[in-house]
């Protein structure tokens, strides 16, 4: 079945630096992929919409200076957070639309702690 | 908009009794409708997904899902909960190439 990987799975930084999050089809091309946050016990959150060759589209109250995304090719997504401080510890989960089938696969998500 | 409601936070069976919860959703067009589930600092897996035909949705794991359109429902049941089902249960909607968007969750305990 269409896998999608996230790395790495779980990061500590300290708070001012900039972590950057791979989210991966292994097996299939993927033109759209999302970026969600989830915070503890809470539901997921759409950050923005990515699609590959262009600029991603924020949700309203996302910060696209602060979460940079880029999807350079069919199979990558990045989402780097710059200038991390504490309240960007989050649960950051990846999806993708397979080109095909058009169905959405999730990655493993990413335990980000700023320390 | 769409969205999605969850009005159950918290649900405690026992185990080998019988599970709904419930999942009420808003979408200005034919809804794409979907269970996952997820285990603490776990991603999410699919249980079940409706997009047309048969209202009633057989998924993994032993559960189901109907699809209600009078009453903009589609509540995933089990007839009888395994203590691993104990985890968070999200229902989400959406198109079928597009982003989703998730319930506020439901976590399920399972008592001995």
């Known amino acids: 079945g269409a896998v999608v990987s996230q790395h790495p799975s779980r990061v500590i930084c300290k708070s001012g630096t900039s972590v950057k999050i791979e989210c991966r089809s292994l097996?299939?091309?993927?033109?759209?992929m999302f970026w969600y946050r989830q915070f503890p016990k809470q539901s997921l959150m759409l950050m923005a919409t990515?699609?590959?060759?262009?600029?991603?589209?924020?949700e309203q109250g996302v910060e696209k200076d602060k979460f940079l995304i880029n999807h350079a090719s069919l199979t990558l997504s990045t989402l780097t957070v710059t200038s991390a401080h504490p309240e960007d510890s989050s649960f950051y989960i990846c999806?993708?639309?397979?080109?095909?089938?058009?169905?959405?696969?999730f990655g493993p998500g990413t335990r980000l702690t700023v320390t | 908009a769409q969205s999605v409601t969850q009005p159950d936070i918290h649900i405690t069976v026992s185990e080998g009794a019988s599970l709904e919860l419930r999942c009420n959703y808003s979408y200005g067009a034919t809804p794409y409708l979907f269970w996952y589930v997820q285990s603490p600092g776990q991603g999410l897996q699919l249980l079940l997904k409706y997009f047309s035909g048969d209202t009633l949705v057989q998924g993994i794991k032993g559960f189901e899902a109907e699809f209600k359109r009078s009453q903009s429902s589609f509540n995933l049941r089990k007839p009888s909960v395994h203590w691993s089902d104990a985890a968070e249960y999200f229902c989400a909607v959406g198109a079928r190439n597009n982003d989703m968007r998730f319930g506020a969750g439901t976590r399920l305990t399972v008592k001995p």
């Open positions: 999806s993708a639309i397979h080109e095909s089938s058009y169905e959405q696969y």
């Open positions: 990515s699609n590959e060759g262009s600029k991603a589209t924020y």
């Open positions: 097996d299939f091309q993927a033109t759209t």
